[in-house]
Each structure stands twice: as C-alpha cells, then as structure tokens.
C-alpha cells in the first residue's frame, strides 16, 4: 500500500504545479471522478518528468495529447539526442489493486493510430478530425529537418502479459513497443523521485573542443589491472558548460556514490572560491586551479568525425561523478543563473579536467553475474573512499553510500 500511496502524493504535488487556469487539474477534492482525471494526466507528467527530464510544467503539458479524438496517443516526446519519436499510451488506475493487477486490453493497443497520423492524415477512419494536440504533434514532427535519421518508439504505461516484440508489433502498427507495468513505474519514477535522483543519466553526450589540444585528439588512454576488475582511465578537458548542464539535468542520479550528495553539495565553503573563478576570469585559469573530476562509467567512446572542425563527441554510459561533486554543483549553479539571464559567457573558453574510469567488464566462466557485480561494487566503494579522502566528510554521508546500502536501493 505505502508505494501506491506515495505515488499518488507525487501525482498531487505535479498537479500543484499547473497554473490556476488549468482548472482540470485542480477539481474539488470530493469530485472523485474529476480527481482520478487529474491524476491520469498528472500520470503522465510523472513519466515526462522521471524519463526525459522535462522540468517544467507548461513544457510537459505541450507533450500531452489526452483527450477527445487523440487517435490512441496521450502523450509524445521528441528525443533529439537519441533520434527517437515516442508514442504514449497511458491507463493510470484509480486503486491500489487495479494499478498492480488490471491490464490494458489488445483493443486499446490496437485504437492507436499512429500509422495515419504520422502519415499527414487529419482525420480516423470514421472520418473524425482528430484534435487539435495531436495536430500540433504533426507540425512539431513536421519541422524536423533530418526526420529521416528519426525512429518511432511506443511506451505502453499500463499492465500486459510478457509477449514477444513480434506480437506487440502486430498490436501497435509495427513500431518497438516498450511496457511500462507497475514494478517498471515503482522502480523507475517512483523510487528515483522520493531518493532525490528524478530521472537515471543512462547516456550522455558530450561535446569537446579539440582546440589547444595536442596528439590524440586531446585524451590520454590507459587500462588499469586491480584485484577487483579491470579499468580503463580516460583523461581530458571538458568544457565546464557540459559539466555545468550535467549535474543541472540529472541531479542526484549522477550522484549516486558521491558521499556528499547534491542537497549535501550547497553549504561547503569552497563553492564560492569555485564560482569567483568561472565569474571573474575572461581566461582559462580553471584548468590549473581545480583539481579536476572522477566519473565512472560502463562504457565511453569519443568521436572526432562529427563534421565539425576541432570538434569531437564524448559518449558516457551510466556516468556517475565519485570525485569533484562540489565542481560540478557550482557549475550547475552558474548554469542556472545564466539560464535566467540568458547569458552563457561566463563558460566561454573554460575547461576543466576530468578522469573517466570505465568498466572493462570480465569474460571469466567460473564467475556468475552477482559475484561479478559485488566486486564491482567494492571497488567503487574503495574508489568512493579514496578520492574523498581530501576533505571532512561525516560519517553519516559516507555511510549512505556504502556499496551495500546502494544495491539495496
């Protein structure tokens, strides 16, 4: 019962959120079929939220389609970083039983009517004009200029039986399906909300600069061999504004082995000495005054041939920043205030470096995955302990993330 309750506080709290015009999202509290309306779209707020980061309630509510004539399609996002159009259907249920237990039919699946939409129809095969929202989508898809580098992709926020992608191809018009059941909405909306993480960083994109750069495109490569697992340590500079738009999208899910935290990152007296440097130099003093970043990661990859001169992509998966939190939150600091003034140039020419440790992951037959996992989980823990050893951390923090405590979690 305490998850489904929870999950239905934050409902409450994302409808708080919508201005007092939008009065379907504020029904009285006895109007009890309004209310589950309310919740059904604020539903999808959560989803918005917790998947794509998506901040702000007017920029969510752009996304949502729900209602009279939608053609199947409650919601959509456009993933510009993957190249992926996402299709939503949604069935929120009103009780505890039903969202754990009551599944969506083949019927609602197979009403979507992607196909025509995305094909430029205007109307349902009744002849139906469909609304004004789903319109809009078709204008928003309609303006990208490299559509053709784009996929589909159908999430289903609801309850189904395990069925091959086959068989959900054939129910949803032959788009990749993705089932969002109850356990998948617990664990990753839910949980991540209430820890403070809102949405998991499973890949991000980095751009660098190849400018003053010398020999191998700027990066220095070398593997590592501990009892524990293998490594290999990436080196280089990255511009402080991707550091800066890392940590202000992703928050505490980048955090997750910081033994500080984001909430803990506010109040340390270095975050002044941090941000005077990036405020009050023109030059790029930063990368010699600042010790720099750890980051693990599972995967990395960077790519110079991007079409642009000087120029280079980074590619991190499941990046997680053990060492320099208090870097990263000043800049996301900094950030924030150059969002409101809409004045990026304080980061103008300004790098920082950071050391990337990836995962080389271990192909011996006589040990199984747990095993592997556990001893990948100790090293980050000594890693953890190792490079936070330079200021006072209280006990407290370190022990919330103890590699045991966070695979509970």
């Known amino acids: 019962m305490i998850r489904y309750e929870t999950l239905i506080r934050i409902l409450d709290e994302l409808r708080k959120e919508a201005p007092k015009e939008y009065k379907k999202y504020h029904p009285e509290e006895n109007n009890f079929e309004k209310l589950n309306e309310a919740r059904s779209k604020a539903f999808i707020h959560l989803f918005l939220k917790g998947m794509y980061g998506i901040e702000k309630f007017h920029d969510r509510e752009s996304f949502i389609t729900d209602g009279s004539y939608d053609g199947g399609i409650d919601a959509y996002y456009i993933d510009k970083e993957t190249k992926e159009i996402i299709f939503i259907q949604s069935k929120f ?4 039983n039903n969202f754990e237990n009551k599944e969506i039919t083949y019927d609602e699946l197979l009403s979507m009517d992607i196909n025509r939409i995305i094909s430029g129809e205007i109307t349902d095969e009744r002849g139906n004009t469909y609304n004004t929202k789903i319109s809009k989508m078709q204008e928003e898809i309609n303006k990208i200029h490299d559509i053709g580098r784009y996929n589909y992709k159908i999430i289903i926020l609801a309850n189904l039986k395990e069925k091959t992608n086959v068989y959900l191809k054939k129910l949803t018009g ?33 751009n660098l600069s190849l400018v003053h750069k010398d020999g191998n495109e700027g990066r220095i490569g070398y593997t590592v061999n501990t009892e524990l697992s293998d490594c290999k340590i990436l080196v280089t500079f990255i511009p ?13 899910s980048v955090l997750k082995y910081n033994p500080r935290g984001f909430l803990g990152l506010k109040n340390n007296q270095v975050n002044p000495q941090i941000a005077d440097t990036v405020k009050n130099k023109s030059t790029n003093e930063f990368a010699l005054f600042n010790n720099g970043i ?15 001169k000087d120029r280079a992509q980074l590619i991190i998966m499941n990046p997680q920043i053990i060492n320099g939190g208090q870097t990263a939150f000043t800049l996301s600091s900094l950030y924030e205030e150059c969002i409101q003034n809409n004045d990026f140039t304080m980061f103008d020419e300004k790098e920082v470096l ?55 979690q």
């Open 93 to 96: 249920r009103t009780n505890e």
């Open 174 to 206: 032959g788009f990749p399906t993705d089932i969002f059941n109850f356990e998948k909405c617990y664990k990753q909306l839910v949980f991540p909300v209430i820890s403070g993480c809102f949405f998991n960083a499973e890949e991000i994109r980095i």
């Open 240 to 252: 402080l504004i991707e550091i800066a738009k890392i940590l202000y999208k992703y928050k505490n």
């Open 294 to 308: 750890t980051i693990l990661s599972d995967y990395t990859e960077i790519n110079s041939q991007v079409a642009k």
């Open 354 to 408: 950071v050391k990337i440790i990836t995962f080389i992951e271990d192909d011996q037959d006589n040990e199984d995955i747990e095993t592997i996992k556990q001893k990948k989980l100790k090293l980050i823990e000594n890693l953890s302990h190792a490079t936070n050893e330079q200021s006072v951390i209280s006990e407290k923090n370190r022990r919330s993330n103890e590699a045991l405590l966070v695979s509970y």
